[in-house]
């Protein structure tokens, strides 16, 4: 069990308080449909993880998955419990059984403690999202870019100006497409299938950048979209039928979670 305040970046939290990285990925996995962890952290955001350690002979040998979570992201506070049928599949869920998965990640960008200290570039020429149709992500060439959501390719190729660019389509009329790539991912092409958070390309600076960075656009219809304020469908809540297993299992660890949310309080009072 860990707590955390944010002063500069998840990972240097991490450090301070002795949180592996494994764990600090995935607590931006988890709450990757709501906060986007590139551009969303504030300065005094906090957050408490109870995590599980593997042991080997006494000795702590590697850590698991977070089993449940809180984070205060400016000043409004998520919280996941991990429910599954069995060790094997599972998923994470709000306190009243909403999931936390929705349709699509709020970031296209792999989170890792490389691109968490990138700081964002401005298009040179058109600095909203609205002239210039998209969002960039400053990374370091050959970061991994996701698919955003389940998806069949529309098309993976070159396009003057985008460079090496990927099209999916996923339903609804929505596409998203991706950029500047480096280099464009293993069987990614016209008619594959992909799934949320597989890896569709690489962060380059192909076509028309001034620097490795990722552009991203998302569309509905024919329509550019704000990706960083559109709201995104959930996916299936816990259901009725199981909400009376949902919480005998996850009720210790919301009390848990209080426990150490007031720990963590006294603490910065
Ligand atoms: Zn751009």
Known sequence: MKSGEIRSSLFATADE??????VAVQLADIFGGDIDFHRDLRKGDRFTVIYETLHHQGRPLRSGRILAAEFVNDGRALRAIWFGEDAGSGSYYAP???????AFLRSPLEFSRVTSGFKMRFHPLLKTWRAHKGVDYGAPTGTRVRATGDAVVES???INGYGNVVTLRHGGGITTLYAHLSRIG??????ARVGQGDVIGYVGATG?????????????????????TIVFPS????PAARMAAF?????PLVAQLDRLQGTAVALLE
């Open 247 to 251: 919480r005998a299992a996850t009720e």
């Open 156 to 158: 993976a190729g070159w």
């Open 235 to 238: 996916a299936d809540p816990v």
């Open 96 to 102: 009243d059984g909403k999931s936390l998965r929705k």
């Open 186 to 191: 293993d069987g990614i092409r016209r008619g």
């Open 17 to 22: 308080i002795g949180l592996p990285d494994g």
């Open 208 to 228: 028309w950048a001034t620097g490795p960075h990722l552009h991203y656009e998302f569309r509905v219809g024919n329509q550019h979209r704000n990706p960083l």
